[in-house]
């Protein structure tokens, strides 16, 4: 059961079955994959750049529609996507508080935000390790801040099953490992359910209960399971080089 009570139906919290998924009626990006997202997973989707990653992601979040096949959540689901920090454009001077604030903004640019609202995103702003920086302006934070900025704004709004897309995207190593560490506080602390996209091998085997491989020749999921079982018995070839790449210099 999720932190706020809601309970997995039979078939998970987020259930794709034989998920298909193509752009302005071009060739399939993804063909029938196949996921179950249960409540307190962690599962890290890979595979080389162009193998439906961030499609698939897209179609989980409900912003992306299936050719054939469907995508199932639990009524009622709260869902929070952490984007790339790179993609995103920082000209509009916006403050950590209200970036985290627009999270539930009531159909204003800059919202208005209550006291009690204040409180409860300085709490969630200390828990990231981002205390007293509320009214900094969020552009002149490093990298890993803001991607902490982006896990506070899901943070509040009490995002059951939170999305991260190449989360440690343009970070200094350190930086990356940090944020793996509070991806996994986040997860046993707050019984959060995560779905990480990411090229980043160290970060997989670090924080993921389970990798689902995207393979770029058959557009499917070709592996799914603990990483580091993934690895030390692959089923194709293609899976073991890509989860190896990183050990090449050994």
Same mark, same amino acid.
Not at 133 to 157: E, K, W
């Given at each position: 059961m999720s932190r706020t009570g809601l309970s997995a139906t039979a078939g998970g919290l987020i259930v794709a079955e034989q998920l298909t998924v193509n752009y302005d009626g071009g060739p399939p990006v993804l063909i029938d994959v196949d996921l179950t997202v249960e409540p307190g997973d962690l599962i890290g989707i890979v595979g080389p750049s162009g193998s439906g990653k961030s499609t698939l992601l897209r179609a989980m979040l409900g912003t992306v529609g299936a050719v054939s096949g469907s995508v199932r959540r639990v009524s009622g689901l709260s869902v929070g996507l952490v984007p790339q920090v790179e993609t995103i454009d920082w000209n509009f001077p916006v403050t950590v508080a209200e970036c985290v604030g627009m999270a539930r903004a009531r159909g204003l640019r800059t919202p208005w935000i209550t006291r009690s609202e204040?409180?409860?995103?300085?709490?969630?702003?200390? &828990? %990231?390790?981002?205390?007293? =920086?509320?009214? +900094?302006?969020?552009? $002149?934070?490093?990298?890993?801040?803001?991607?902490?900025?982006?896990?506070?704004?899901?943070?509040?709004?009490?995002?059951?099953?939170?999305?991260?897309?190449?989360?440690?995207?343009?970070?200094?190593?350190?930086?990356?490992? &940090? %944020?793996?560490?509070?991806? =996994?506080?986040? +997860?046993?602390?707050? $019984?959060?359910?995560i779905v990480v996209v990411t090229h980043d091998l160290d970060s997989i085997f670090a924080i993921a209960d389970r990798a689902l491989y995207l393979d770029i020749e058959t557009k499917t999921m070709s592996a799914l399971g603990p990483p580091d079982e993934l690895r030390s018995n692959p089923p194709n070839e293609r899976v073991y080089q890509f989860l190896t790449r990183s050990l090449d210099a050994d």
């Open positions: 204040r409180r409860e995103i300085g709490e969630v702003l200390e &828990r %990231l390790g981002l205390h007293g =920086l509320g009214d +900094r302006h969020i552009r $002149d934070l490093s990298g890993g801040q803001q991607q902490r900025v982006f896990l506070a704004r899901a943070l509040f709004t009490k995002a059951e099953v939170i999305f991260l897309d190449e989360p440690t995207s343009g970070l200094d190593p350190v930086s990356a490992r &940090r %944020l793996d560490d509070l991806i =996994l506080q986040l +997860r046993d602390s707050l $019984d959060t359910t």
